[in-house]
């Protein structure tokens, strides 16, 4: 009798610790199976909220408050989470929230950069500023928006460089991918160029630009001649842009110019560069001094 209350004592010994790790195990699971549950429905509800419809803006902030809510329910859960493995163990939570309570207040002082990151991000999201996918210029850097948090942006630029910016050192957000976008282009001809024939060349370039199946979706409309916008040391200085759509102006641009290039070489106006007239001076008594030259030419092989 005495052997079999031992063994039922041992089994219910055993027994507390068996139930313990089962009920960890149980929440870890019911934790991973919450957060897969929301990031389906996070992207069930940004399909919805799409619904067949082709908007690139409506998408790109969409995408990025589904890539925020992810982050914040995961930490959510996760904390959740581990204050039920807490309690489980017998741990009392309630003196670590105080703790915690107190150590955030420290924390709130010593690391106010941190916190301005996350209200700083907060109103970026609010305000729609910034979105995944968006080409913009912050905090001196520019580049290709690939991920955004409430705390930084990560930039990727044109040379394949990643940038990690916080919030909170942005105070002014450059966007150039919002609704349309100009490709501005500065045309340099010689001086003795006929100015209007000049345009005429360029508003017809600009025309063929449109007309080539390559560019016709991605300029909206003619090439817009602003007129001759400065004198250069050496040049005319002509200035014009198209209207394209967002992130096509680089592109658009160079196509312009390589054609430019072409119609200029064919009607024989004159790209400058810079060129540097020789004056010796005048006295005062009207006779220019001579100015000695040497030509030296070389012997033929």
């Not at 450059?174 to 100015?195: L, M, P």
Request: hydrophobic residues 50%; aromatic residues 8%.
């Amino acid at each position: 009798m005495e052997s079999l209350n031992l063994l039922l004592a041992t089994v219910e010994g055993w027994q507390g610790p068996a139930l313990t790790v089962l009920h960890i195990a149980l929440i870890f699971v019911l934790a991973w199976v919450a957060r897969r549950i929301l990031c389906l429905g996070l992207s069930r509800l940004r399909g919805r909220l799409i619904d067949g419809e082709v908007d690139t803006e409506r998408e790109k902030r969409l995408a990025t408050l589904e890539q925020v809510a992810r982050y914040i329910f995961t930490v959510v859960i996760l904390l959740v989470a581990v204050m039920l493995v807490l309690a489980e163990l017998g741990i009392s939570i309630a003196p670590i929230l105080a703790a915690a309570g107190v150590l955030g207040i420290a924390v709130g002082f010593g690391a106010q950069s941190l916190v301005k990151d996350y209200f700083t991000g907060l109103f970026l999201l609010l305000e729609n500023q910034v979105r995944q996918g968006d080409v913009i210029e912050v905090a001196g850097k520019s580049g290709l928006v690939e991920e955004m948090t409430l705390r930084y942006i990560l930039l990727r630029d044109y040379e394949g460089s990643v940038h990690t910016i916080p919030n909170g050192v942005i105070d002014t957000v450059t966007n150039r991918s919002r609704g349309f976008a100009h490709a501005v282009i500065d045309v340099g001809v010689a001086y003795r160029e006929d100015v209007d024939e000049v345009f005429d060349v360029m508003r017809r370039v600009g025309h063929e630009l449109r007309l080539d199946p390559e560019y016709a979706m991605r300029i909206e409309d003619e090439l817009e001649i602003a007129g001759i916008e400065q004198w250069g040391d050496s040049a005319v200085v002509v200035r014009c842009r198209f209207r394209v759509k967002p992130l096509e102006q680089w592109g658009v641009r160079r196509a312009y110019l390589y054609r430019l290039k072409k119609a200029f070489d064919a009607a024989g106006i004159e790209i400058p560069y810079p060129h540097l007239t020789l004056y010796a001076g005048q006295p005062k008594s009207g006779e220019a001094p001579p100015l000695p030259l040497a030509v030296a030419q070389a012997a033929a092989a």
